[in-house]
């Protein structure tokens, strides 16, 4: 028993120590992204679900934002726009595919820029 909580308390200070030396890069980016509706929402965040790196995203309906917590080391803000766009909404960086577009549900076909 004593060696087990001897493993843990070891496993503790190795994560602890290595978050202290800046291994992981956490920022938050808040970015446009064009849509109307609840279906649009969940659509959005799914793009960015289960994605390394990506910790958490919500966009707001209202101010038509997407705000994405994320490791700049695993992946790139350009990278998590194109992800967006890929499924069908246009943001600050990236168009979706006219096709993709199209295919989105009626409610969804926010006004193109």
């Known amino acids: 028993m004593k060696t087990i909580i001897a ?3 070891i496993s503790t200070l190795i994560s602890c120590s290595s ?3 800046g291994e992981v890069s ?3 980016e808040t970015f446009g992204v064009q849509g109307n509706c609840g279906m649009c929402k ?3 965040e799914k793009s ?3 994605v390394p790196g990506i910790y958490w995203s919500e966009w707001d ?3 038509q934002e997407v705000t994405v917590k994320f490791d700049s080391k695993k992946i790139s803000l350009d990278n998590i726009q194109s992800r967006i766009a890929k499924v069908g909404y246009d943001n600050n960086s990236h ?3 006219e096709e993709v577009y199209n ?3 009626a409610c969804c076909k926010y006004e193109r820029l």
């Open 7 to 9: 493993l843990i308390a």
């Open 19 to 21: 978050i202290k030396h």
């Open 26 to 28: 956490k920022e938050i």
């Open 42 to 44: 969940a659509t959005i």
């Open 48 to 50: 960015l679900q289960d």
């Open 61 to 63: 309906i209202d101010s």
């Open 95 to 97: 168009r979706a595919d």
């Open 103 to 105: 295919s989105l549900p």
